[in-house]
C-alpha cells in the first residue's frame, strides 16, 4: 500500500498493521510458534516464552537459548553462543537506521526503533521504505513491526501448549517455517548480482566454516567473506558500466 | 539442562537469565549500531559492505539451521530439509517472488517429506 505525504499519523500506522497482515506477521508468528514449545521443553513458564519473543525478538537467537538450556550449556557459553549468533544485527541496523532517521529524532526514538530490527521488519523495510514519505516512515515502521510483534507473541503462546500435541511432520514443518521464511524474504530483496551472490556465498560457506571454525566465529567468519566478496563483485560491476 | 546459578536462582530466574544471557547478548548489538549509524550516509560504499554482510549472514543462519537443526525439526532427513529450502527458492525464482506460494511449497514438500521418510 502507498502512503501519501498528508496521511496523519495513525492511517500511515494502519497501513502499516495491513502490510504486515498481508503476510509477513503470519508466517513470523507461525515461525515463533516452536520457541513455545522448546520453552516448554525446558520447563520455563509460559510468560518467559512469549517475553522471549517480545524482549529478545530474533528467532535464531531464541532457538539457541532454548536449546543450550536443554543440551545444559553453561550460561556464559549460551550469552556469548546468543551474542555471535546475533552479530548480524548491528550490520542490518545500520543498515536501515538512515532510512528511518530524522534531523531532529530523539536517541531513544532510534532505539526504541532498532529494537524491532529482525529479519522480517529488516527485508520489508529496506523494500518498503524508500516509498513513503521520510516524516512518516517512522510510524509506519512501528504500525508495521508492532502487529507483526503482537500476531508473533500470540504463536508463541500458542506453541507452548499445542506443539507437542502435534503430529511430527507437522510439528518439523513450524520450526522449519523460520529458515524457509529466512530464504523467500532474503530472495524477495534481490536486486543485482551482488545480492544474489551475497546469498548464495552465505548459505555455502556457512556450513564449510562451521566445520573448521569453532567457539562459534564460525558465522561471522562466513558472514564477513560472503559479504566481502559480493561487495567487491558489486563494485566491479558498477564501475564497468 | 542447564541448571541455575545457585546464589540468583528463585521463582524469578527463569526471567533474569532470559534478560541477561538473550535479551541483553542481542540487543547490544541494535544499540550499538544506532550509535556507529549516526552520521552515515545511506548510499555510502561502506554502508553497501554492511549490508552485503548482513544479508551472507541471514543466509548463514539459514544454511545452520538446515544443516544443525533443533528440536524435532532433527526428524527430518537431510536430504528432506535441503529439498524444502530449494523448492522454496526455486518458486521464488520462477514466480517473480510470490512469497507465500514459495513458503507454502517448502513447507509442503519438509511435512511430505517427513511424512514419507521421518523417523
Redesign the interface.
Known amino acids: 500500500m502507498s502512503v501519501s505525504a498528508d496521511w496523519s499519523w495513525p492511517r500511515v500506522a494502519l497501513a502499516g498493521a495491513r502490510d504486515a497482515l498481508r ?1 509477513p506477521a503470519w ?1 513470523v508468528g507461525l515461525g515463533l510458534i ?1 520457541i513455545g ?2 520453552a516448554r ?5 509460559v ?2 516464552a512469549v ?2 519473543t517480545i ?4 528467532g ?4 539457541l ?1 532454548f ?9 556464559s557459553a ?3 553462543a ?2 555471535f ?11 536501515i ?3 528511518l ?1 530524522r534531523p531532529g529524532q530523539s ?1 531513544w526514538l ?2 526504541w526503533l ?2 524491532y ?1 529482525a ?1 522480517t521488519a ?1 527485508t520489508e523495510g ?1 523494500r518498503r521504505l524508500p516509498g513513503i514519505p521520510p516524516h512518516q516512515r517512522a510510524v509506519y515502521f512501528l504500525g508495521f513491526a508492532n502487529t507483526c510483534m503482537v500476531v508473533s507473541s500470540i504463536g508463541t503462546f500458542s506453541g507452548y501448549y499445542l506443539l507437542g500435541a502435534l503430529p ?6 513450524l ?15 534481490l536486486r543485482h548480482v ?2 544474489v551472490v ?10 564449510i ?2 566445520r573448521f571454525i569453532g567457539g562459534g566465529f564460525d ?2 567468519v ?7 566478496i ?2 567487491l563483485i ?2 566491479r560491476r558498477k564501475a564497468a558500466t | ?2 541448571q541455575p ?1 545457585a546464589m540468583l536462582d528463585g521463582p524469578l530466574w ?2 533474569l ?18 550509535g ?2 549516526r552520521g ?3 548510499d555510502s ?1 561502506l ?27 532433527a ?2 532427513p537431510l536430504l528432506v ?1 535441503v529439498a ?2 530449494a523448492a ?2 526455486t518458486v ?2 520462477l514466480t517473480r ?1 510470490r ?2 506460494l ?2 507454502v511449497t ?2 509442503v514438500v ?3 517429506g ?2 514419507l521418510f ?1 523417523g
Open positions: 503476510l508466517i516452536g514449545s522448546l521443553d525446558v520447563g520455563y513458564p510468560d518467559v517475553l522471549s524482549l529478545v525478538w530474533a535464531p537467537s531464541q532457538v537459548f536449546a543450550s538450556i536443554a543440551a545444559g550449556a553453561a550460561w549460551i550469552a556469548i546468543v551474542g549468533a546475533s552479530l548480524r544485527f548491528l550490520p542490518m541496523t545500520m543498515a537506521m538512515p532510512l532517521r536517541v532510534q532505539i532498532a529494537h530490527v529479519v529488516w529496506l511430527t511432520p507437522l510439528a518439523a514443518g520450526l522449519c517455517l523460520t529458515p524457509i521464511f529466512f530464504l523467500v524474504s532474503l530472495t524477495a530483496g551482488a545480492d551475497a546469498v548464495g556465498l552465505g548459505l555455502a560457506l556457512a556450513p566454516c562451521e558465522l561471522i562466513s558472514g564477513l567473506m560472503a559479504g566481502s559480493a561487495f558489486g563494485r | 539442562m542447564t546459578i527463569p526471567y537469565a532470559l534478560v541477561l544471557f538473550a535479551f541483553l547478548p542481542t540487543e547490544i548489538w541494535r544499540w550499538l549500531a544506532v556507529f549509524a552515515l550516509d545511506a560504499p554502508l553497501e559492505w554492511v549490508r552485503m554482510v548482513a544479508t551472507a549472514l541471514l543466509a548463514g543462519i539459514v544454511a545452520k539451521l538446515i544443516v544443525s537443526p533443533p528440536g524435532v525439526l526428524a527430518a530439509r524444502a529450502i522454496a527458492a521464488m525464482a517472488r512469497m507465500m514459495a513458503v517448502g513447507e519438509l511435512v511430505g517427513v511424512w521421518g
